[in-house]
């Protein structure tokens, strides 16, 4: 996937989710606010169908006659299966119970086992009657609310003369508009967002895709530098760009074979184009001598992969390079420049000095003619565990039948072009 592909799926994927959560919480909170006026509606036509029960003042009437505690009684029945309530109570100002009706349906037992003592809820409050919000507890029975209230009574000398409580059950009609009510509510909010998204996105993608156009051509240039870098290199060394384009090429193979992260792979082409790059310090005397160098000149030679790190560490964008350009000449059994050994040396300068062996091997130096694949195979076998890590010549010989007769004779156009296909996929 393309570097912009991914940044577009990634803006889909987070447009999404913040559509999704603040939904979600928009969705929670008009939830909750509703709920709130549901209550609220509940309350308010609880308490006025209670005001036309108690406005009964016979039920407050000490030493009732017989006929009229009937009468009162029936009248309370009556309540209950016309109305709303499923069950009434009023109680003296010591909550002795006066008078009790309750319906004897389904829901009427279920509530039973959420019935609180009328005492209990009477003692959360300081309503005065009917002039405050009176306290309630509600619940639900099969998704339907329930309210169970106690409201304290005052006759005309501000005297808590008993108590009345109710339990009154939202009836279908109520129900069904909560629940439109809340559906409603949310659908607006989960719509709204939506819009917004959907607003929002063609701005938010013409921002990305002007951001990716900035990131490809900065990444372009990027390369351009690793590129020209290790040009300048190779020309100091009387090299070509083939050598680089060439051992880019084997050591991304490698890497890809190895299963390298991108991040890897990146600091591995990095490090392929800027290995030598430490060869800018070398003196021309030593670096372009014809014959063998002496010991003292080896030793200044071998300082290239220092030099290279004084050149790229400091950059936070070359880092990556270091492992391959300090390591570059050490060997699996500890006998390279700075005598590291085995798995001491980075991963990246490892698969590296196969390539550029291989390809040293395999290509024409002025002192010397290729070698055939053949030999050259055979070289980096008797290698393994020597100079290379075996586990990697083996992975590496594997790919290098392929990879060889496809660059062998390669003009430096298309090895560039193969070359640049392949690290845009990590840039
Ligand atoms: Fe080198």
């Known amino acids: 996937m393309t570097t912009a592909a991914n940044i577009h799926k990634k803006l889909v994927t987070r ?178 967002v939506f819009v917004t998204a959907a607003i929002f996105y063609p701005i938010v993608t013409r921002m990305n895709k002007d951001l990716v156009t900035l990131t490809d051509d900065l990444s372009e240039a990027n390369i351009g530098i690793l590129e020209a870098l290790g040009s300048a290199i190779a020309k100091r060394d009387s090299d070509t760009n083939t050598h680089n384009y060439r051992v880019t090429i084997y050591a991304i193979t490698l890497g890809q074979a190895l299963n390298l992260t991108d991040a890897e792979m990146r600091s591995l082409i990095k490090g392929s184009f800027l290995h030598d790059i430490g060869k800018i310090a070398i003196s021309d005397a030593i670096l372009l001598k014809p014959g063998k160098l002496t010991d003292e000149e080896f030793e200044e030679m071998k300082h290239h992969c220092l030099h290279g790190l004084d050149i790229v560490g400091k950059y936070e964008w070359l880092r990556g390079a270091v492992d391959v350009v300090v390591y570059h000449h050490e060997k699996y059994d500890g006998t390279g420049y700075s005598k590291l050994p085995g798995e001491d040396i980075p991963l990246s300068a490892r698969i590296f000095a196969i390539a550029d062996v291989f390809d040293a091997l395999t290509s024409k130096r002025p002192y010397k003619e290729p070698f055939s694949y053949e030999k050259a195979v055979g070289i980096l076998k008797e290698s393994a565990g020597k100079h290379f890590d075996r586990r990697l010549v083996e992975v590496f010989i594997g790919l290098s039948k392929k990879l060889y007769d496809k660059t062998v004779n390669m003009e430096d156009e298309t090895l560039e072009k193969t070359m640049l296909e392949m690290i845009r996929k990590y840039f």
């Open 15 to 192: 447009l999404l989710l913040g559509w999704l959560c603040l939904s979600l919480i928009l969705g929670a909170v008009v939830f909750f606010v509703k709920l709130e006026e549901i209550d609220e509606r509940v309350q308010d036509i609880a308490i006025s169908e209670s005001m036309l029960i108690i406005k009964d003042k016979r039920f407050f009437t000490p030493n009732l006659s017989e006929p009229d505690y009937k009468s009162l009684h029936d009248s309370l029945r009556r309540h209950i299966e016309q109305g709303h309530f499923i069950v009434l109570e009023l109680y003296d100002a010591n909550f002795k119970k006066l008078f009790e009706a309750a319906s004897e349906n389904a829901d009427a037992k279920e509530a039973h086992d959420k019935y609180i003592e009328p005492a209990e809820i009477a003692a959360k409050q300081n309503a005065t009657m009917f002039t405050d919000k009176i306290t309630y507890e509600k619940f639900f029975i099969h998704g339907r609310i329930f309210l169970q209230f106690v409201v304290p009574l005052f006759d005309d000398s501000k005297k808590k003369y008993g108590y009345f409580e109710g339990v009154y059950r939202a009836d279908d009609h109520m129900m069904s508009d909560v629940r439109n009510i809340l559906i409603g509510s949310l659908l607006i909010v989960v719509l709204t």
